[in-house]
């Protein structure tokens, strides 16, 4: 069969990829697509979606969606006036839109794309908040989206949840592979770096970082997606056993000596947010 100018040959699906949807004053909004279907990932608005489904020749299949708040979920009125699509949310963060809720275990085909995404339960910055994980063994094909868990160098406020949850859920992501690229929500990345080297002015992977991503945010790209292994290298939240840390802490003010690991991720959480 032979394309007409108004029937061509339809798209051919490519492996996913996603494509960064920067909003409002620094989030990410994550569509991932195979140049013919696209899932949106924590539509915190709508417009910009619809914009760069357009531009990209996207017809969205599915909405997935990590915790409740406004700047997470606040497109989905708007999407599904112009499409209804499966709406993929946390069972227990209190969304009226969810038609598929999900918990920990859970294993989803997501509609439109040759991709499945497992749950995890990541409690902390809200109670009900989840995190996707595709986990292809495909170097690069490896992604976290992690919504406001954990961030480049950094981790979510606790508006939920308490700290030991906060700390569990973290390395719950801390132990998938090195390689996985983590998609976070919030390019909160530079703040982030400049609380870490007051803590750890010592460690080299955190300068390099520093170099590296202060460069990326000079020229108004991206640090995000970071890994797996840079945030184990160089996010505090991650290394709360780490003696330079607690001797940090200590010295702050902030911990007691001989504190435990949990007592140490509260004295980091809570200082980040006077820092
Ligand atoms: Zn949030
Ligand atoms: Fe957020």
Redesign the pocket.
């Known amino acids: 069969m032979t394309p007409s100018p108004t029937q061509p040959f339809p798209k051919q699906a490519a492996k996913p990829a996603v494509l960064t949807v920067p909003a409002f004053k620094d989030n990410y909004l994550w569509l991932i697509h195979d140049g013919v279907h696209a899932a949106v990932v924590d539509p915190g608005d709508g417009q910009p979606i619809l914009d760069a489904l357009r531009e990209n020749g996207l017809t969205l299949t599915a909405i997935l969606l990590t915790?409740h708040?406004a700047?997470?979920i606040g497109g989905v009125p708007l999407l599904l006036e112009h499409t209804r699509v499966p709406v993929f949310g946390p069972a227990n963060d209190g969304i009226a839109a969810v038609t598929h809720p999900l918990k920990e275990g859970d294993r989803i085909d997501v509609p439109g794309l040759d991709m499945a995404l497992s749950v995890l339960d990541v409690p902390g910055?809200?109670l009900g908040h989840i995190a996707y994980v595709r986990a292809s063994g495909t170097p690069g094909a490896n992604w976290l989206f992690c919504?406001?868990t954990l961030f480049g160098a950094g981790c979510?406020r606790l508006f939920e949840g308490t700290p030991a949850q906060m700390a569990q859920s973290l390395a719950k992501l801390a132990a998938l592979p090195d390689d996985t690229l983590v998609y976070c929500a919030h390019e909160y990345t530079l703040s982030n770096l400049r609380f870490a080297e007051a803590l750890e002015p010592g460690n080299k992977a955190l300068q390099l970082r520093i170099e590296a991503d202060s460069r990326a945010r000079g020229t108004h790209l991206p640090t995000i997606p970071s890994t797996i292994a840079a945030e184990k290298a160089t996010n505090p939240f991650l290394r709360a056993a780490e003696p330079a840390i607690v001797d940090s802490l200590v010295a702050a003010g902030r911990l007691a000596r001989g504190a435990d690991e949990v007592a140490t991720f509260a004295a980091l959480r809570e200082w980040k947010n006077v820092f």
Do not use: N, Y
């Open positions: 915790h708040h700047d997470h910055h809200t919504g406001d979510g």
